[in-house]
Antibody, heavy 119, light 107 residues
């Protein structure tokens, strides 16, 4: 059974940093591209970032480019999102998601971790 | 970036009725469009990918069509469990983007 478990969310002040982790199990992690998607309270989905299976290719939404960094450790089956210079508008539930195959859409999602940016 | 516009914002229907949801892209995404379903307090669930391919375990009452800039998700006969918010997402070019969602509510 595929499982994705996010952690690392919490309350942070504007301008602060936070690192999210996503522990994956139930599939061969090193063979799948992964992504982060967020959802602000009461709002729709926003794709944040994606990373290739080997980690060499990364992509970002314009809203987070230069502030967020996606990475993965295939030896630990873990996906990361380093978030710097956080803003109030980054407040959201952050979901980790697995690509169906290659750069296909996301077929498995974690339950999400809440990030709140507030003073 | 490619903007996806979904319509209508809300669809009020009764169980057993047919639902037709639209997603329009600001530029061609070829056939690289997905649909997701999200219920309150839950993570999204992949329904369709590449416009017309059902994801694993998705019932046959869900179907997708379209290419280029205009896409449709059809639920042939609404089941009570189908009342939810539906999002389209393009995976044609970076950054990937989502539509703003269509809420299918019970009339």
């Amino acid at each position: 059974e595929v499982q994705l478990l996010e952690s690392g969310g919490g309350l942070v002040q504007p301008g602060g940093s936070l690192r999210l982790s996503c522990a994956a199990s139930g599939f061969t992690f090193s063979r799948n591209a992964m992504a982060w998607v967020r959802q602000a309270p009461g709002k729709g989905l926003e794709w944040v970032s994606g990373i290739s299976a080997g980690g060499s290719n990364t992509y970002y939404a314009d809203s987070v480019k230069g502030r967020f960094t996606i990475s993965r450790d295939n030896s630990k089956n873990t996906l990361y999102l380093q978030m710097n210079s956080l803003r109030a508008e980054d407040t959201a539930v952050y979901y980790c998601a697995k690509a169906l195959s290659g750069w296909q859409p996301m077929d498995y999602w974690g339950q999400g971790t809440l990030v709140t940016v507030s003073s | 970036e490619i903007v996806l516009t979904q319509s209508p914002a809300t669809l009020s229907l009764s169980p057993g009725e047919r639902a037709t949801l639209s997603c329009r892209a600001s530029q061609s995404v070829s056939g690289y469009l997905a649909w997701y379903q999200q219920k309150p307090g839950q993570a999204p669930r992949l329904l369709m990918y590449d416009a017309s391919n059902r994801a694993t375990g998705i019932p046959a009452r869900f179907s997708g069509s379209g290419s280029g800039t205009d896409f449709t998700l059809t639920i042939s006969t609404l089941d009570p469990e189908d009342f939810a918010v539906y999002y389209c997402q393009q995976h044609s070019s970076w950054p990937w983007t989502f539509g703003q969602g269509t809420k299918v509510e019970i009339k």
